[in-house]
């Protein structure tokens, strides 16, 4: 079976996609920046990408790179300069990764990115893998500039690339703005967004994990983007009541005016917090499906059942 190198596999996407292969049959060797005590069916491998120099013996013998590992958002940035800080880590980590790759002759590298190269938020208009990029954010420039540089390189060695942008990952463990609301709708607090209409795509976890096992060696994925999303887009209000449902528990949604939200999220200067709340972001994710094959094994609605069900059984 292939043997496959998982860069940040003690993350949230990475823990998944690791235990999914492995129960797979594949050889998995996980990238880490301390030593972990043994576990069967995975070889763990010491090293960082911005300074080790043992990335090459850690892809020696690879058959793929799956690349999760990179500085995700910070809410409250403390470095004075974000984006060099953003770049040190998400493109320079990831062309130091992708150099030693090649030098090991690895046949493809797989990359995974941001929906947040093309942007934050669609109004008329649906995402796919040919709308332009428009970063919104430090973060995401810096995916924009890794994705670059790295099938700039790739072109150059002759090593197969993919590219996977996904939005929003939803799952019980997930961080973040999704775990906040988690919390929040677990205790059936009154939240203010019952007049919410936007439509924004997500992908669950387990849907996710699922395409990056396809990316490994599948022959249409080569060189190519995709953009990830369960397929059924969904509002602010309805992510609510499908969570409330999972946990049994009242959705108790306050129907505030979207403009007022608006001027209260000016005010404390959280515009970008309004954005993900109100605004919208479509996804068309139809060429991994074609390409691939890749059928998502849960719609988000079931997903945020299922997500709200697990909550509540550790709560």
Not at 49 to 64: F, H, K, M, P, Y
Not at 93 to 112: D, E, I, Q, Y
Not at 132 to 137: M, V
Not at 213 to 236: M, R, W
Request: glycine letters at 6%; proline letters at 5%.
């Amino acid at each position: 079976m292939a043997t496959i190198l998982v860069t940040g596999a003690r993350g949230f996407i990475g823990k998944a996609l690791v235990a999914q292969l492995v129960e797979q049959g594949f050889n998995v060797r996980a990238l880490v920046r301390e030593a972990l005590p043994t576990q069967k069916g995975i070889e763990y491998f010491v090293a960082d990408i911005t300074e080790s120099d043992q990335l090459e013996s850690a892809c020696r013998g690879v058959d793929c790179v799956i690349h999760l590992a990179g500085r995700a958002h910070v809410i409250h940035e403390t470095d004075g300069s974000p984006l060099e800080a953003f770049r040190h880590v998400n493109v320079e980590g990831t062309l130091r990764l992708a150099t030693a790759a090649s030098n090991m002759k690895v046949p493809r590298f797989v990359f995974v990115s941001s929906i947040g190269v093309n942007g934050d938020s669609t109004n008329t208009i649906v995402l796919n893998e040919n709308s332009p990029p428009r970063p919104h954010a430090d973060y995401a420039q810096s995916k924009l500039e890794a994705e670059q540089g790295l099938i700039t390189l790739c072109n150059q060695v002759s090593m197969e690339w993919v590219v996977i942008r996904p939005p929003m990952v939803i799952d019980a463990q997930a961080p973040g703005n999704f775990a906040r609301l988690l919390k929040l709708v677990g205790r059936a607090l009154p939240l203010p967004f019952g007049l919410a209409r936007n439509c924004r795509s997500l992908v669950s976890l387990r849907n996710l994990v699922d395409l990056l096992e396809q990316s490994i060696a599948h022959p249409a994925a080569a060189n190519e983007v995709f953009l990830a999303a369960d397929g059924d887009d969904i509002s602010t209000a309805d992510m609510v009541r499908a969570l409330a449902q999972g946990m049994e528990k009242p959705a108790r949604l306050i129907p505030v005016p979207p403009a007022l939200l608006r001027t209260a999220c000016s005010i404390v200067n959280r515009k970008r917090l309004y954005n993900q709340l109100y605004g919208s972001l479509q996804i068309d994710a139809g060429k991994a499906r074609r390409l691939l094959d890749w059928k998502p094994r849960e719609s988000t609605v079931e997903a945020l059942r299922r997500i709200g069900a697990e909550y509540r059984d550790r709560s």
